[in-house]
């Protein structure tokens, strides 16, 4: 069995240790999937020709793998298959305004995984990853529209990484200032952060009678990201 799922804590291995403020780590596997189940957009980073890239792009999780997908001349997406790939994802909770411009901070959650990508080539596998992919960016559109064809199928490829090798890190709270610095006058504070989804826009080309469905109008009405309750979390120690 894998060494890393039989237990629901984040493996440790030399390039997930964090060396700077450990005490923002969080150790629980359970912490990797909030985070990536409340984010929108990972960052995939490729070495590609010797040169890395660090490029944005939607996702989806199944279990302990991560699906990223795009077109098959995705470039980004076929130097990673095979290879070594980092994939970030992060989510800014909040401005945090210190005292000191070198206390200035941000409020944020946010995952590392390293590992081997594996390009995706069984077709239910590919089937279910697209679903998961739909369903984590807008929960429901799956079954309210159009499967994708054979030719569409076949211009998109799909990546895998194992959640195997991970980290988390999370900083909450207010400005942790200097103790020479609480008794000046500058504002200090906190500004939360949130992304929320707007009024849901019919498209101009939008058939007579099709109302927006239930499952649009249920994401209009919550933030696009849940918040996690960080505080709960187990920490590494200092
Ligand atoms: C929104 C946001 C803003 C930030 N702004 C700054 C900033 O302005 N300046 C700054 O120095 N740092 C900032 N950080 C923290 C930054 O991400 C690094 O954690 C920090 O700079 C330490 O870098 P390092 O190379 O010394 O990491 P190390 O501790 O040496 O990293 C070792 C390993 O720890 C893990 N790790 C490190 N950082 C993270 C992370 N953020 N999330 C998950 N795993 C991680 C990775 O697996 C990494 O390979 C910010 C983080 C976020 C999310």
């Known amino acids: 069995m894998n060494p890393f799922r039989a237990t629901s804590t984040l493996s440790t291995t030399d390039r997930t240790t964090l060396h ?10 359970a912490a990797l999937h909030d985070v990536l189940d409340a984010g929108l957009v990972c960052h995939l980073g490729v070495v590609i020709d010797g040169t890395p890239v660090v490029l944005p792009t939607g996702y989806g999780r199944i ?6 997908h795009g077109s098959s001349a995705n470039r980004a997406l076929r ?11 992060t989510m800014l ?13 941000m409020n944020y959650r946010s995952a590392v995984i390293f590992g081997t990508a594996r390009l995706v080539t069984a077709e239910t596998e590919r089937l279910e990853a697209l679903r998961a992919i739909t369903e984590h960016l807008i929960p429901g559109r799956w079954d309210n ?15 895998a990484l194992s959640l195997d090798e991970a980290s ?7 400005p942790k200032d200097d103790d020479d610095d609480y ?3 500058y504002w200090a504070g906190v ?22 469905p239930a499952h649009i109008a249920e994401l209009q009405a919550k933030p696009a990201a849940r918040v996690l309750a960080v505080a709960d979390c187990p920490r590494l120690e200092r």
Do not use: I, M, Q, W
């Open 20 to 29: 700077r403020l450990r005490e923002r780590g969080l150790t629980d596997r």
């Open 63 to 68: 279990g302990e793998t991560l699906y990223l």
């Open 93 to 105: 909770d909040g401005l945090v305004c210190a005292r000191s411009v070198f206390h200035n901070s």
């Open 145 to 159: 529209s159009r499967r994708p064809t054979r030719k569409e199928l076949a211009a998109t490829a799909v990546l």
């Open 183 to 185: 008794g000046l006058d």
């Open 191 to 212: 500004l939360p952060v949130t992304t929320t989804v707007g009024p849901a826009e019919s498209d101009p080309r939008l058939k007579d009678g099709v109302a927006v």
């Open 168 to 174: 988390v890190k999370a900083r909450t709270g207010g």
């Open 79 to 89: 130097a990673a298959a095979g290879a070594e790939a980092c994939v970030t994802v």
